[in-house]
Nanobody, 121 residues
């Protein structure tokens, strides 16, 4: 069973930076759109950024200018570079991706288990 595995979360001071990474746990045929979402305590999960297989990106207005999403197609890995973090960015960050495990499979949406990002003020 393929899973998405995130890394890079942790505790950072306000104004600091973090880089999150996410990749499938096993081999797959192809990854389509990939992205990051976050969920703060007591709030709904919300979009942070997405990137298509062609490299087109989409960012949440609240984070535009402070985050950059990128991907390594050969590794089917997606990255989220975050800077100028503040306490309101504290949340669990989830990786999301549409993956085709084999060439005969239709794309299926996968979610990672989440990585905690805590920004101290």
């Amino acid at each position: 069973q393929v899973q998405l595995v995130e890394s890079g979360g942790g505790l950072v001071q306000a104004g600091g930076s973090l880089r999150l990474s996410c990749a499938p746990s096993g081999s797959i045929f192809r990854s389509d759109v990939m992205g990051w979402y976050r969920q703060a305590p007591g709030k709904q999960r919300e979009l942070v950024a997405t990137i298509t297989s062609g490299g087109s990106t989409n960012y949440a207005a609240s984070m535009k200018g402070r985050v950059s999403i990128s991907r390594d197609a050969a590794k089917n890995t997606v990255y989220l570079q975050m800077s100028a973090l503040n306490a309101e960015d504290t949340a669990v960050y989830y990786c999301n991706a549409a993956l085709r495990v084999s060439r005969w499979d239709a794309p299926r949406v996968y979610w990672g288990q989440g990585t905690q990002v805590t920004v101290s003020s």
